[in-house]
């Protein structure tokens, strides 16, 4: 069973649509989060929820928007997309988003963006 | 603000012991995690370190001094599957994570 998965493992688009990614976890956490990993593989924090409810927005673009319909999903919407937002996307989940526990990642959304 | 500094890449040969090096600034301090992270996978949880001194799990140890705010991650018994990125990780009250750029670990024959 995966953890936390994460779909499609692979997306390329054009500049200027619209795609999302979707997250699930089976752990029964309550926070999950958005990171992104960039081609030097700087992992930088997007968004992290904590059942459902937003908690954390590190200064993404308004063309990105998280939605978490339910505590084990965390999906995110891109629009506009543009040729810098090509990266890996990694959704993660931790128990309770204390400091001290440990985060699941997902195996990774590759975008890339033409 | 907070920020982590690790070497950039180490290469070491099976059967070795290697130390990746993290110095941090952070105003407040709520614990240094390691993480590996192979390539085309996902990072995986390797140690957390909240007070200062060593734990150990299994071949891998992790360091923390806060006094120095510095923390090492040792890898014993070095294996070719050890070859990976290696992050330290400052945690945050919701359970951010600010990751270092992390160290490109390459294990030799």
């Known amino acids: 069973d995966t953890a936390v998965s994460q779909t499609p493992k692979y997306l390329v688009t054009q500049m200027g649509n619209d795609k999302s990614i979707k997250c699930e976890q089976n752990l029964g956490h309550d926070t999950m989060y958005w990171y992104k990993q960039d081609s030097k593989k700087f992992l930088k924090i997007m968004f992290s929820y904590n059942n459902k409810e937003l908690i954390i927005n590190e200064t993404v673009p308004n063309r990105f928007s998280p939605k978490s319909p339910d505590k084990a999903h965390l999906n995110l919407h891109i629009n506009s997309l543009e040729l810098g937002d090509s990266a890996v996307y990694f959704c993660?989940?931790?128990?309770?988003?204390?400091?001290?526990?440990?985060?699941?990642f997902g195996q990774g959304t590759r975008l890339t963006v033409v | 603000g907070q920020s982590l500094e690790q070497p950039s890449e180490v290469t070491a040969v099976e059967g070795a012991i290697v130390q990746i090096n993290c110095t941090y600034q952070?105003?407040?301090?709520?614990?240094l995690s390691w993480y590996q992270q192979h390539d085309g996978g996902a990072p995986t949880f390797l140690s957390y370190?909240?007070?200062?001194g060593l734990e150990e799990t299994g071949r891998f140890s992790s360091f923390l001094s806060r006094s120095d705010s510095y923390g090492y991650l040792l890898l014993q018994e070095l294996q070719m599957k050890d070859s990976a990125s290696y992050f330290c990780a400052l945690g945050n009250q919701g359970g951010k994570l600010i990751f270092g750029q992390g160290t490109e670990l390459s294990v030799k024959p």
């Open positions: 952070t105003s407040g301090f709520y614990g």
């Open positions: 370190n909240a007070l200062d």
């Open positions: 993660a989940s931790s128990q309770d988003g204390s400091p001290n526990t440990e985060a699941f």
